[in-house]
Every structure is written in C-alpha cells, then in structure tokens.
C-alpha cells in the first residue's frame, strides 16, 4: 500500500506541475518538504487529514491515492514533446496515465476483455506515398467505411477499442500515440484544439498512422510525411477526391474547397496536399496556392469552417451502466468520474 501511495502522490504532483517543494507552499507550509519527499518515497503514507489536505491542493480525489489499476505506458516518440520543457511533458504523461487508471478499472469492474486487433499488420514496411494510400484504402475497408465522410473519428477509433484521451495542456502539443501494458492502443489529442475539429480529426489519423504502421528506413520527416498523407487519404480516398474535383485541373476555387472541407471534416490546406498527391494539381500550384493562403492569412483561419464534433461517450456509458447495476456505488462512480460526489450527483441527479 505504501508502494500504491508513493506512485500516486508522485503522479499527482507532476500533474500538477509542482515540485515537492511548490506542493509544500501551495499548502502554506503545513506539510514540509522533507516530510512530502518521505511520502513520495513510499516510507510512510499520511492520515486522513493530510490526504484531505493534499488532494485538495493537488485536485484529485482521496481515492485517487490508492487506485492500483496497473497503467504502464509504451515508448512515446519524444519528437511530440520536442518544444516543451521537461516539467510539461511530465504533465502530459501523467494526465494520459490518470485517465487510462480511471478508464482501465471501470472495465475491470464490468468484466470487459477489450482486445485490439491490427487490421494492417500484415501489410508490409512501408516507404512510399502510393504504400500509405493504398493501407489508407484497406483500412477503410477493413473497417467497412466505403467512400464517404467519416463522421466522428473518436467515436470509430473507440469502437476499434483504441483509447482516446482529452487533455488540457500546453498549446504546443497536438497529440500522441502509444501502447499501455503492451497491448492497448493509446491516441490523445489537445482539447485547446477543439475551436478545429478539422485539424483534431487529422491528428488522430496521423497517430493512427504511427500505431498501425511499420515504416522501414526512412528519415524522422519523410516519417511524419507519409503518417499525414495517411491521415489525409483516410479522410478523404482517392476515388472520392476525384469524383469532387475531377481528375486533373489547373486551378481550384476557395468555394469549391470549403464546401469539400465542411461535408469531410479535412481542412481545405490538406485538400489541397491531398490534390496534389493524388495528381489532380501539379507542384507549381500547389505553391502558389500556399502563397495565397499565407498572404491572405488563413493558415490558422480558413475563410470556411468544419462544425463536426468529435467526441465519444463510451467511458460514461459504462460509468452507468456499472452504476445503475450496483456494481459501484455513487461515491466510486465520482471518483471514477474524477469528480467530488456532490458535483456528481449535482451534474447527473436526473439521470437516477
């Protein structure tokens, strides 16, 4: 137990992004620091009134400090993390590790044996343009998606039982992808993005790519290339790009390219990519569409927008569904829900 506690009060604090010693300011000095290190190492476990007191300052329920649901995550390719210090990318694991905690024990209490399959395992090493549009289209069939706009990509990559997590962090991070104890697929993506739903649809589909794919002996960029290009050709196929725009063209109006952007949910700069890559435009183009953008400053603010939601309720279905069959009380369904037990019961009091 005292193990359990150390692990979780560490967690806890570089959520938080404090030191040992921030943490003993935040509590104005309560608790020192020499007796928050003996904590942290697994020497004593504090009593009631002092986890009160740190859960408090640190935001996490009592509980949180001795849920022992394993959560162990896989190699994470720092390239993400490249931009940020130290301290933020401790944040940015642990928030990933807590919310997997929390979704990994409601499925152990229900019983659930989630398990993951590769649809393009077998597919090959990749190197090439034409290898990752064609694993675009498989996977596409695999997944039994046809040809059309693909609504919610959060919603069908948790139906494909890959976790997705939500985080509140620094504005330089997009996302990240990994595998937890060896075997469950992980993508989490920024909320501070959620204002370009386009833009968090192609994150999720450039990890995706990072997850399903073996690339063979190419640069960290070419990499990064081909996992958008993935992305890209997931969202919008070949065969449906060029059914919008025909199959070659010299130039492509900004209607025509919002209206495309709206009924995919890709925004109208990866059109454009997608266009070219696809051979429908030639480079010269390309640059001189991108010019454009740059002069008339839609690089961050396309002059059409994508109103789709991403999203998915799977984790507060089974939060229910445990509830309301007795297998957790009220109390573990807050802490569960990262939530005090009066917000609960004040968020979802129609509810039961």
């Given at each position: 137990m005292k193990k359990v506690f150390a692990e979780r009060f560490k967690s806890a604090r570089l959520m938080k992004g404090f030191s040992l010693q921030d943490l003993a300011n935040e509590i104005d000095g309560k608790l020192s620091r020499q007796a928050l290190h003996r904590y942290e190492k697994g020497e004593v476990i504090p009593d009631n009134d002092k986890i009160n007191l740190l859960s408090k300052a640190l935001d996490v329920n009592p509980d949180f400090f001795f849920r022992s649901t394993k959560v162990e995550l896989g190699e994470i390719e720092y390239r993400k993390l490249s931009k940020m210090p130290k301290k933020e990318a401790s944040i940015i694991k642990e928030k990933t590790k807590e919310y997997l905690s929390r979704y990994l024990e409601l499925e152990e209490i229900l019983g659930l044996v989630v398990v993951f399959e590769n649809p393009l395992e077998s597919f090959g090493v990749i190197t090439s343009y034409e290898q990752v549009n064609e694993a675009a289209n498989e996977l596409r069939k695999f997944w039994n998606l046809g040809d059309n706009a693909i609504f919610n990509i959060v919603e069908l990559l948790e139906e494909k039982s890959i976790k997705v997590v939500k985080l509140d962090v620094d504005e330089d991070f997009d996302g990240l992808q990994t595998f937890v104890n060896g075997n469950i697929p992980v993508i989490?993506?920024?909320?501070?993005?959620?204002?370009?739903?386009?833009?968090?649809?192609?994150?999720?589909?450039?990890?995706?790519?990072?997850?399903?794919?073996?690339?063979?002996?190419?640069?960290?960029?070419?990499?990064?290339?081909?996992?958008?290009?993935?992305?890209?050709?997931?969202?919008?196929?070949?065969?449906?790009?060029?059914?919008?725009?025909?199959?070659?063209?010299?130039?492509?109006?900004?209607?025509?390219?919002?209206?495309?952007?709206?009924?995919?949910?890709?925004?109208?700069?990866?059109?454009?990519?997608?266009?070219?890559?696809?051979?429908?435009?030639?480079?010269?183009?390309?640059?001189?569409?991108?010019?454009l953008i740059n002069q008339m400053n839609w690089k961050v603010d396309e002059p059409a927008e994508y109103y789709g939601v991403e999203g998915s309720n799977r984790f507060e279905q089974l939060l229910f569904r445990a509830l309301i069959e007795g297998q957790i009380s009220m109390s573990k369904a807050a802490s569960l829900n990262n939530q005090t037990l009066a917000d609960f019961r004040k968020e979802y009091q129609l509810a039961f």
């Open positions: 989490a993506y920024n909320i501070k993005k959620t204002n370009k739903p386009d833009r968090i649809r192609l994150t999720l589909l450039h990890e995706l790519a990072h997850l399903l794919l073996t690339f063979g002996d190419i640069t960290p960029k070419q990499k990064e290339t081909l996992c958008y290009q993935f992305a890209g050709a997931v969202l919008l196929p070949e065969k449906t790009l060029k059914a919008e725009l025909g199959e070659h063209r010299n130039k492509l109006s900004i209607n025509e390219l919002g209206n495309i952007k709206k009924q995919y949910g890709i925004s109208m700069q990866a059109i454009v990519m997608r266009a070219r890559d696809c051979g429908i435009i030639n480079e010269h183009y390309t640059k001189q569409f991108f010019f």
